[in-house]
């Protein structure tokens, strides 16, 4: 398995880094490494790309006033996404992985 960095500088400290690299040793994309890939790459990431957009349209789809309000609509949306739609998006990868 590797791991994806999303290049946040937030998420780039020292420790953050020693911790990816015990944990994925040489099997983590990031910034600067040998391995050269775009962040966020829909190549690597496509449920970033299919399932934030879908949680954002049903989370936010009625104005929000408080982190709870947020959170108590983020577990129903999450459970309402199909499985044949992630099974469609990973497919999707495998395709343009085979091209």
């Not at 020693?18 to 490494?33: A, C, M, S, V, Y």
Request: aromatic share 10%; hydrophobic share 40%.
């Amino acid at each position: 398995m590797w791991y994806q960095h999303d290049g946040c500088p937030a998420h780039y400290s020292l420790i953050a880094r020693r911790e990816l690299d015990e944990k994925f040793q040489n099997r983590w994309i990031r910034r600067g490494d040998l391995i050269l890939w775009p962040a966020r790459s829909p190549d690597l990431t496509p449920l970033d790309f299919l399932l934030w957009g879908i949680l954002k349209d049903k989370v936010y789809k009625e104005v929000l006033t408080t982190p709870q309000g947020m959170q108590q609509r983020i577990i129903p949306a999450c459970a309402s996404i199909r499985s044949d739609v992630i099974r469609l998006a990973r497919q999707s990868v495998i395709k343009r992985i085979q091209c």
